[in-house]
């Protein structure tokens, strides 16, 4: 993330994640990102449907976090 948002200079960082994968739920949140909205039942597998939860971080809030460690 410091390469992304300091060398690149990216504003905003986005990932979908599969709302059955907690694993990556759980470390996206634990790195910072926030829940910014969820597209119900996108996808189909294993004979169930699941949303897409999209999450998200901006500059500001990397360096807010960056700035605690």
């Known amino acids: 993330l410091r390469y992304y948002f300091e060398e690149l ?5 986005t990932v979908p994640i599969h ?4 694993a ?3 470390l996206h ?3 910072g990102f926030k829940l ?5 039942r996108m996808g189909f597998t294993h004979g169930d449907y699941f949303d897409v939860l999209w999450y ?3 500059v500001d809030e990397f360096q807010s ?3 605690e460690t």
């Open 9 to 13: 200079r990216y504003q905003k960082v």
């Open 19 to 22: 709302s059955y994968n907690t």
């Open 24 to 26: 990556s739920i759980h």
């Open 29 to 31: 949140e634990r790195l």
């Open 36 to 40: 910014e909205g969820t597209h119900r």
């Open 56 to 58: 998200g971080m901006t």
């Open 65 to 67: 976090i960056s700035k």
